[in-house]
């Protein structure tokens, strides 16, 4: 006897349930009552009062908040431009090189991104310090991270080192799996090494490259216990990032519905990038 029409349907959404259920319980039901407090003006302890989108246009409002996303943005350039643009130079020289030991060195550049953050900051934190390496090789005794010139690139710093070996890895990965007759074809056309790079190497890894710039995209707006750890947001406001005010907002001011309005904000910025991002990627593959 047939099964009647459907029934796999319903067997796969089976399968899947135990997923959705993990899924809406962690991610949507936090991000749907995040939304839902960001309408109220709420200290987490008595009855919250209903603000409406209030919160929303303190975002826009507030200096200080519009200077955290625009902290988070200048991050960017050094968690993903950065990094994608030293680890597209780094892949392309050890793939034309084929150096030995080259499983190790993978393995080496790719280390920061098993460590803890926090032990990354403070590990940076040290070397940043007056009577730091970092001063002692340059001869001085500034502190970089109470700088409220440089303190904002030197946190960017620390995430373009944590960065750089994702990127190089998955775009060496990319390059692995190019056909050895594309480098014969533009040679032969006479392509050097420069035309080589952009009319064989970069196309075929055009899919990592949004890879590696989503991720560190995402990681860039999200860095919160970097800046924790080194800097507190400080000197001053000159290193606040949206998440760090998150916290601040929350547990420090007592502030939940603006804290749960700026993780929205967030959330959103970050869905906007990442699909445009993924869009640029699919029209250039196409």
């Known amino acids: 006897m047939s099964s009647p029409p459907g029934e796999p349907r319903r067997v796969g959404y089976l399968y899947i349930l135990p997923a959705l259920l993990v899924y809406g319980a962690f991610l949507l039901y936090p991000l749907i009552r995040a939304v839902h ?11 919250g009062k209903f603000v409406g989108l209030s919160n929303y246009a303190d975002v826009v409002r507030d200096a200080g908040l519009r200077a955290a996303f625009g902290h988070a ?4 350039v050094f968690y993903a431009v950065l990094p994608v643009v030293i680890g597209l130079a780094l892949a392309t020289v050890l793939q034309r090189a084929r150096v030995r030991g080259l499983g190790f060195f993978r393995t080496i550049v790719f280390l920061p991104q098993v460590i803890a953050m926090v032990v990354v900051a403070v590990a940076w934190r040290n070397i940043y310090s007056p009577d730091g390496p970092l001063n002692d090789v340059l001869g001085g005794s500034r502190g970089w991270l109470g700088d409220y010139t440089f303190a904002l690139p030197a946190v960017g710093v620390i995430g373009t080192w944590v960065e750089t070996g994702l990127v190089t890895v998955l775009l060496m990965a990319g390059m692995a799996r190019i056909p050895a007759e594309r480098y014969e074809a533009a040679r032969l056309d006479g392509a050097g090494p420069v035309a080589e790079f952009f009319a064989v190497v970069l196309p075929a890894v055009r899919g990592e490259i949004a890879v590696a710039v989503t991720l560190t995209v995402i990681a860039a707006l999200r860095t919160f216990d ?11 406001t000159s290193t606040s990032v949206p998440s760090y005010e998150v916290y601040h907002r929350a547990f420090e001011l007592g502030q939940v519905g603006s804290a749960a309005a ?17 869009r640029l990627a699919d029209r250039g593959t196409a």
């Open 37 to 47: 407090l960001s309408l109220f003006e709420w200290d987490g302890i008595t009855l």
């Open 73 to 76: 943005l200048v991050l960017i």
């Open 226 to 236: 970097l800046v924790y750890v080194t800097t507190s947001g400080g000197p001053g």
């Open 262 to 278: 700026v993780g929205v904000c967030l959330t959103v910025l970050i869905f906007a990038i990442t699909l445009g991002v993924n």
